[in-house]
């Protein structure tokens, strides 16, 4: 496990994931000034999916009952 801040952040602005999350973050409310209250403004938030998937993955994982559900 490395934890090196530096080492770290040199990493990850090197990496691709990096650049999609800057471009998902990009402020978008003063496009809808722009162009309207349009929502294809907002499909930069889509550029975090793979994050939100890598999230779901690593949490189901480290579950204990991963296919637990609960049935009334």
């Known amino acids: 496990m490395e934890r090196d801040s530096r080492?770290?952040?040199r990493h990850y602005i090197a990496s691709p994931e990096f650049k999609f999350d800057v471009l998902s973050i990009i402020p978008t409310d003063f496009?809808?000034?722009a162009v309207g209250?349009?929502?294809a403004v907002r499909l930069n938030r889509l550029l975090r999916w793979q994050r939100l998937r890598e999230f779901f993955d690593r949490t189901?994982?480290?579950t204990r009952?991963?296919?637990y559900t609960?049935?009334?």
Do not use: E, K, M, W
């Open 65 to 67: 009952f991963v296919n």
């Open 7 to 9: 080492l770290l952040a």
């Open 60 to 62: 189901i994982r480290r």
């Open 70 to 72: 609960t049935r009334g």
């Open 37 to 39: 209250l349009n929502p």
């Open 31 to 33: 496009l809808y000034f």
